[in-house]
């Protein structure tokens, strides 16, 4: 496949997940007078761990009770171990990258290298570059709105986040990107970390977790230096089906005086279609000279939403 034809699949499967990703009508996981699935999503290792979790415990517990000889997990100190994962957000207020990606979508798989560019509370922007050196497309989020640009033939998409579907049932907006984004947590609607639930889990593992309305986040993080190591949104909708966005981090390398995760592998969940983004970032940097908006001369067009299923069909 041509190099200009992987960047628009690309470009237009972003915008396709975005404007109807809780579309379908088919249902995932557990609903009544629903088919059941029976592959293993990434939701049902988090509660594997906390169940493996407790149970270990209980049996610790057993085992001191029988005098056997057992290590037994010390209990966790809910605030204080937030605070420990808090304490691993980035202090750089910029974040530039080289970026190699690979997007799975059902059983083709394409590869390309580009740019990342982020500024703390204000843009994540990547830029897809064809042959190394030019750039041919752009995704830009702000906390006003999404943008993806077509460089190849002069097409964007420009919208706020309340008018592409997915984002809005799901209550994703440029906070929740940023935290995904930058290995953080956060919660929506303002909700302070005291909500948290913090379950120990195993392997040294801690999850927490979090419920607002039919979302469910979760957060597995490793105890010792209370590194986050995947996130998970999980949105349940009974009639549309689930959709499910889970973000793995790891190869996490010195950042000034923190440590930022440099390969991130994104799997995006419906009943009915999956994609999967691999990032890999070198040669980060805080580079600050560079325009933080993006502007388009008269001569790109803007498409419709309604055109962007059309269009990604045609690819």
């Known amino acids: ?11 237009w499967t972003a915008a396709l997940l975005l404007v109807v990703g809780c579309s379908s009508t088919k249902g995932l996981g557990r609903h009544s007078g629903h088919a059941q699935s029976e592959e293993v999503t990434p939701r049902d290792k988090y ?41 691993n957000a980035q202090t750089a207020r910029f974040i530039t990258s080289k970026i190699k990606f690979s997007v799975e979508i059902g059983n083709r798989q394409m590869t390309l290298t580009g740019n990342l560019k982020m500024k703390r509370d204000d843009v994540i922007r990547l830029q897809l ?22 460089r190849i033939n002069k097409q964007y998409l420009k919208v706020p986040y309340e008018h592409l579907e997915f984002l809005r049932s799901t209550n994703i907006n440029f906070n929740t990107l940023q935290a995904l984004f930058w290995n953080e ?4 609607n303002g909700n302070d970390e005291s909500a948290l639930s913090v379950e120990q889990g195993i392997d040294n593992d801690v999850v927490l977790s979090y419920e607002y309305s039919k979302l469910s986040y979760r957060w597995l993080t490793e105890q010792e230096t209370g ?6 949104i999980l949105y349940n909708d009974y009639y549309r ?9 790891s190869d ?3 950042n000034e005086r923190k440590f930022l995760p ?38 790109y067009r803007q498409v419709p939403v309604d055109d962007i299923l059309r269009r990604f069909m045609s690819l």
């Open 1 to 11: 496949m041509k190099t200009t034809n992987i960047i628009k699949l690309t470009l």
């Open 47 to 87: 509660s594997d761990q906390v169940q493996r979790g407790k149970k270990a415990k209980s049996d610790d517990t057993a085992g001191v009770q029988e005098g056997t000889d057992t290590t037994t997990v010390a209990p966790l100190d809910k605030g204080a171990y937030i605070q420990q994962v808090n304490d």
């Open 129 to 150: 570059m064809a042959f190394g050196f030019v750039e041919a497309g752009r995704l830009e989020f702000t906390k006003d709105y999404v943008l993806i640009v077509d």
């Open 185 to 188: 947590v956060y919660l929506p």
């Open 227 to 232: 590194r986050i190591k995947m996130a998970n």
């Open 241 to 249: 089906g689930n959709s499910q966005l889970n973000w793995d981090y």
């Open 252 to 254: 996490f390398k010195a």
């Open 262 to 299: 440099t390969k991130h592998v994104v799997t995006f969940t419906t009943s009915d279609k999956q994609v999967k983004l691999d990032m890999k970032l070198s040669y980060i940097g805080k580079d600050e000279d560079w325009e933080t908006r993006t502007e388009l001369s008269g001569k």
